[in-house]
């Protein structure tokens, strides 16, 4: 289809390529009409969010372009288990041919926790070895000596009441 165009730029066309014949009509630029192929790139909108979707950034990259994240490194909290850092993007970032969306992925790591054996004068060989503990390995905890007495197990709470506990499980 033909249109009459009066400005400089010809917007709403979809990415693709056309023919284009134009003539000038003021007699100082008078010419005969002449066909021209022109070629109309897409611009497209990409999202990068974070694990829980919310939203990043959203950028607009030139069709075969590569789009880059300028913002700040993407974090998510800790929980009871693990802590997480920042690994990449899902799925994994390539020239854009369409609108896009990329999350943000996370690398998991067992979170450490302290563990204090009040031992009460008492010795446990390899000490060391029952100082820390990471989430999901299971250990199990020493059995303590201490001259003249007999050890009577592990409790959770000062008043020595309800179950021993024999094993970090979680």
Same mark, same amino acid.
């Given at each position: ?90 799925? /994994?970032? =390539? #020239? !854009? &041919? +369409? ?61 020595? /009441?309800? =179950? #021993? !506990? &024999? +094993?970090?499980?979680?």
């Amino acid at each position: 289809t033909w249109q009459s165009v009066t400005d400089t730029q010809i917007t709403g066309l979809a990415a693709g390529s056309y023919k284009v014949r134009y003539k000038a009509t003021q007699t100082q630029f008078a010419s005969a009409a002449a066909d021209v192929n022109i070629s109309v790139v897409g611009k497209f909108t990409i999202t990068f969010v974070n694990y829980d979707n919310s939203e990043l950034q959203t950028v607009y990259v030139t069709e075969g372009s590569m789009p880059q994240y300028s913002g700040e490194t993407p974090t998510k909290p800790s929980d009871d288990k693990y802590t997480y850092s920042f690994a990449d993007w899902e799925p /994994e970032i =390539t #020239a !854009v &041919t +369409a609108a896009a969306t990329y999350v943000a992925k996370f690398t998991a790591t067992p979170r450490v926790y302290n563990i204090t054996l009040n031992l009460d004068g008492g010795t446990v060989a390899n000490e060391d070895n029952y100082k820390t503990y990471s989430y999901g390995t299971g250990l199990i905890l020493p059995i303590p000596t201490k001259e003249n007495y007999y050890f009577g197990g592990w409790y959770d709470n000062e008043d020595f /009441e309800g =179950t #021993a !506990v &024999t +094993a970090v499980t979680v």
